[in-house]
């Protein structure tokens, strides 16, 4: 087994790394490279992570993706009544793929183009602004682009952080957006006025590249200045050789994670 890894396998890792800390909550990812995120992140450095078939039923153990489901090891049930409870008492993180997200995290999945007569007809909001509302947020881009990380959204449906500071009383004290991986790099909001801020670009990506290919400006990983060409910013971490084993061989051994990312 080659050492190196991929692209894929480097996004898998780093969408891991967006439920470091977040203890005995339900990890909802969405989409292939995010599920195995979170299931790795289980079977390292976050145990006590709850995670689901991605319908009904609690399921333990370090799981490949495609396992049926007379061969899981199933722990409990949890009907969408109760997945309502969890995400309004604020005991989930989800990692959603947004069709379109701005520079403050507003996110769109419902449509693209004017709302009264769409280009694209999408998903429709469904959970997204109770999602940012009420528990952690997180995003997953396997194509970053202008199309995408855009500087308007033509519907929001996940409340970005302007619009959270905007609202009424206590109405966004359990707003939190964490992360945005993408393809190219790893983004978050750690900034004073809660912009998109670049933290890490993935191995053999350019900022430059990843600048082109954002449509607004990002804060840089110290301060809140543009970043430009030439701005030192980390690679982002790989898997270690034990993590690498779990993807290839244990999480995902038909190797879906490259569909989604290719070499």
Known sequence: MTSTATRAEVCVTACAQAWRGDGEILASPMGTVPTLGARLARATFAPDLVLTDGLALIVDGDIPLGTPAEDLTVEG??????????????????????????VYGNANISCVGDWARPKRQLLGARGAPGNTVNHA??????????????????????????????????AARFHDLRRVITNLCVLDFETSDGRMRLVSVHPGVTVAEVVEATGFDLAAPKGSGQVLPGVDVPVTAGPTPEELRLIREVLDPRSLRDREVPG
């Open 77 to 102: 049930w949890l009907p969408y009544r109760a997945v309502l409870d969890l995400l309004a008492n604020g005991r989930r993180h989800v990692m959603m793929g947004p069709a379109q997200i701005d």
């Open 137 to 170: 947020t997180s995003y997953w881009v396997p194509r970053h682009s202008r199309r995408v990380l855009t500087a308007h959204v033509d519907v929001v449906c996940g409340v970005g952080n302007d619009r959270a500071a905007a609202l009424p009383g206590p």
